[in-house]
């Protein structure tokens, strides 16, 4: 059983949009730093935005303007809300999150190792026509 579920994905067209959800459902993400990355077909595992446990949200500049990431604690979920689709952002998107309370360490699909004190999902594809 995967720690973390990715959900969303799927197929958009450039220029739309799309939310992913990742929810940790037997973790609390209480005062955990959160981050969405993605990979594409022979690409490196890129970060794209982290949220901080003090609310700070940080994007990368591929993404900034676009893509807004933000939380529900009560939910244990992360989101990641996508404007404006561009082809070059068709991959697989992941979250991680933080389990320095929970010491657990989990396999990352994204970085094909162990991540310790990091919660990991399966990711979601997400694919985009032009």
């Known amino acids: 059983e995967v720690p973390v579920l990715e959900s969303g994905g799927g197929s958009v067209q450039a220029g739309g949009s799309l939310v992913l959800s990742c929810t940790a459902s037997?973790?609390?993400?209480?005062?955990?730093?959160a981050r969405w990355y993605r990979q594409a077909p022979g690409a490196k595992c890129e970060e794209i935005s982290t949220?901080?446990?003090?609310?700070?949200?940080r994007y990368a500049s591929t993404v900034k303007g676009r893509f807004t990431s933000s939380r529900d604690n009560a939910k244990h979920s992360i989101y990641l809300r996508m404007n404006d689709v561009k082809p070059e952002d068709a991959a697989t998107y992941y979250c991680?999150?933080?389990?320095?309370?929970?010491?657990?360490?989990?396999?990352?699909?994204?970085?094909?190792?162990?991540?310790?004190?990091?919660?990991w999902g399966q990711g979601t594809l997400v694919t985009v026509s032009s």
């Open positions: 991680a999150i933080d389990a320095v309370k929970t010491v657990v360490n989990t396999w990352s699909p994204c970085f094909s190792r162990t991540r310790n004190l990091e919660l």
């Open positions: 037997k973790f609390s993400i209480d005062n955990e730093n």
């Open positions: 949220l901080y446990r003090d609310g700070d949200i």
